[in-house]
């Protein structure tokens, strides 16, 4: 029966499934609205809940391996199996009550199913593919920005902070460091064919602007980080110097922007949520767990219950527990010190891996493209994670490091171009 199942269930169908995630899980944000919540949960657990369905369909049926766990996968396993040991440690009650299902099972689980299911089943010939529904995403993030300009308030601010259809201007500053590692390295390799693409340069021009009107400080820097990285290889500097205005005029944006925030927002002065000294207040709280309980932390997504013993005074400060904004100290917090080094490992094994298929494509004499819009991706993770709580239960992260891993197990061909796509989602 399960063969048979299976059978009906083909390739085509879990690949398609993929493909809609990796478009629609970016948007599958928290919302205070309930009934927007209960939506937008509806249709991630439809959708990553269906793949992980096939997945285990296709184990049981022993029809396919092509779901399988490489040697980067320990790390992933490990480390969601550090998060529940963390509960079992400090607060086992958890581990069965019914809230546990969202918030410590399906939140973390689901997208784990999908990560394993996209890197097994994806390819470099896919890469040009998912590039496209990034900019499909990109599109949907541009067109949600005007209603948000037309009816946002300043609120003191001399220009808002913009998140579009993220919800939260860092995540969306994220988002716009992935867009840029994409495309970056795409405009150089035209360049170097003796090719100029006006769309890919409006398409970096846009970004750059964005990223600004986010005003987010850590995609600024990881933005920072990804440009260098793109130019770095001896290839890309034969076209520094036709690029030098597009980036001078990067310089020029970002640096306003890091005036804006600083000196021209209520949150310089204020504690708010947004607020640099709210982050503070909150790594103050990371810092007093961590030196009562630096191997066990206090359980995964535990850190708000943790106020109540380790911040009673920052919870007065505050108004109200808050997550801490940083990753790496939230994570320390919550799972531990061996939490701590899998969260790492998890974020700069891949990137120690690219940097040497990046030196290997260097000396074949080829422009790593592919390679550099993988690693783009988690060098915004960590732009993003100075500044923002842990991303782990997240779909947003596992569908971007897919990618990343998906490329860093690929054989590139000598000839591979990463294309502009037409404008069409797949």
């Known amino acids: 029966m399960l063969a048979r199942v299976a059978y009906l269930l083909d390739r085509f169908r879990i690949e398609s499934l993929c493909l809609f995630y990796f478009f629609a899980a970016p948007m599958l ?3 205070t609205d309930t009934q927007v919540l209960i939506v937008v949960l509806g249709i991630g657990y439809l959708v990553s809940g269906a793949i992980a369905l096939l997945v285990i369909t296709e184990w049981l049926s022993r029809l396919s391996d092509r779901v399988r766990v490489t040697g980067l996968s320990l790390i992933v396993l490990g480390m969601v199996g550090i998060c529940f040991v963390s509960l079992a440690l400090n607060t086992p009650e958890y581990l069965i009550k019914p809230s546990a299902y969202y918030f410590k099972y399906m939140k973390l689980i689901l997208p784990v199913f999908c990560f394993f299911a996209m890197t097994s089943l994806w390819t470099i010939r ?8 990034l900019l499909a995403s990109a599109a949907c993030a541009l067109a949600f920005l005007v209603p948000e300009t037309l009816f946002i308030a300043p609120g003191g601010s001399l220009v808002p902070r913009l998140a579009s259809f993220f919800v939260d201007s860092n995540k969306y500053a994220l988002f716009l460091n992935i867009v840029c590692g994409f495309t970056l390295p795409y405009v150089i390799q035209e360049r170097l064919k003796g090719r100029s693409r006006a769309a890919g340069i409006g398409i970096l021009a846009l970004t750059f602007l964005q990223l600004c009107l986010s005003q987010s400080r850590g995609g600024i820097i990881a933005n920072i980080f990804i440009i260098f990285a793109c130019f770095l290889p001896r290839h890309a500097r034969r076209v520094a110097k036709s690029a030098t205005p597009l980036l001078l005029a990067a310089v020029v944006l970002f640096a306003a922007s890091f005036g804006v925030r600083y000196f021209g927002s209520q949150d310089a002065t204020e504690i708010t949520a947004d607020s640099g000294k709210a982050r503070l207040v909150t790594y103050s709280v990371a810092a007093k767990i961590i030196a009562d309980r630096p191997i066990q932390g206090v359980g995964f ?5 943790a106020y109540d013993r380790y911040g009673v005074m920052e919870k007065v400060i505050l108004s109200g527990p808050m997550a801490v ?7 320390f917090a919550e799972e531990g010190f061996f939490g701590m080094i899998l969260f790492l490992l998890l974020v700069f094994v891949p990137i120690f891996m690219l940097v040497g298929k990046i030196r ?4 074949e004499g080829r422009y790593p493209v592919p390679e550099l819009a993988a690693l783009g991706i988690p060098l915004a993770f960590l732009g993003f994670g100075v500044v923002s709580p842990n991303y782990l239960a997240e779909n947003y992260f ?3 490091m897919s990618f990343t891993i998906m490329v860093i197990r690929s054989k590139i061909p000598p000839d591979f171009e990463l294309k502009l796509p037409h404008p069409r989602l797949v």
């Open 398 to 400: 596992w569908v971007y």
């Open 360 to 363: 290997k494509a260097g000396r």
């Open 301 to 305: 997504a535990n850190i708000l219950r």
């Open 325 to 331: 904004h940083n990753a790496m100290l939230e994570v």
């Open 126 to 133: 896919d890469a040009s593919r998912l590039y496209a529904i």
């Open 29 to 31: 944000q928290d919302n």
